[in-house]
């Protein structure tokens, strides 16, 4: 089974507009971190945002938000206004088990792209 | 500045040849990875590093070699023996003291002829 499912291969949205982008992970894990990835056509990856597993507050970073979920084990990223610059590859990523055990390895999904219209 | 590069970003061999791809990050972090991006795809783990003189395959070890023979350095062979080398690759790393995200290289584009 995939550990981090991004279901939709390609989203658009127009530009000041909020996009959902959905992410749905698989873990028997206790422990476990969440974090969202954007990589722009240049190929580097930028860090956007993070949610711990025991985090109660849904994390957010400026114009980026997670919509964490645990039960239903999704963490949906959340962009508001949307800007030009933010047409991109977006990719969800799971750490399982604590930062010791797990050795800080990621597990990342299939990606979504994301193109802003203006 | 504070990074980790890669080098060339771009690269060319022929079949059957092994080829080294470079990582050096100066944020004295402890753990690096390798990851293998193809067109339209996630990352997939190659090997990874927490300390020096040490490391670990991933999901995707085969055809590969590593060494950690510095703590800033963390180069990877692509061998004769992986069958489809054609791909990007991405070197990261990151502290081992709390949840802090991986950081990422610029790449490795590389294409067997």
């Known amino acids: 089974a995939q550990k981090i499912t991004q279901t939709q291969p390609g989203m658009f949205v127009q530009e000041k507009e909020a996009v959902t982008l959905d992410c749905t992970y698989d873990?028997?894990?206790?422990?476990?971190?969440l974090f969202w990835y954007k990589q722009p056509s240049s190929g580097e990856m930028i860090f956007l945002i993070y949610q711990g597993s025991y985090d109660e507050q849904n994390a957010t970073e400026g114009r980026y938000s997670l919509n964490f979920q645990k039960a239903r084990k999704s963490a949906n990223l959340v962009i508001s206004a949307s800007q030009l610059g933010d047409s991109a590859m977006y990719f969800c990523?799971?750490?399982?088990?604590?930062?010791?055990?797990?050795?800080?390895?990621?597990?990342f999904g299939q990606g979504t792209i994301l193109t802003v219209h203006p | 500045d504070g990074g980790i590069t890669q080098s060339p970003k771009y690269l060319f061999r022929k079949e059957g040849q092994n080829v080294t791809l470079s990582c050096e990050q100066n944020?004295?972090?402890?753990?690096m990875y390798w990851y293998r991006q193809d067109p339209g795809q996630g990352l997939r783990l190659i090997y990874y590093?927490?300390?020096?003189?040490?490391?670990q395959k991933g999901d995707i070890a085969e055809g590969y070699s590593v060494s950690r023979e510095k703590k800033e350095s963390f180069p990877l062979t692509v061998t004769s023996a992986q069958k489809n080398p054609t791909a990007f690759y991405l070197c990261?790393?990151?502290?081992?003291?709390?949840?802090?995200?991986?950081?990422f290289g610029p790449g490795t584009r590389l294409t067997v002829l």
């Open positions: 990261a790393s990151k502290s081992l003291a709390s949840y802090n995200e991986q950081f």
């Open positions: 990523a799971m750490r399982e088990g604590s930062e010791l055990t797990s050795y800080g390895k990621l597990t």
């Open positions: 944020l004295n972090h402890d753990a």
């Open positions: 873990t028997s894990d206790q422990s476990y971190g």
């Open positions: 590093s927490q300390i020096v003189n040490d490391f």
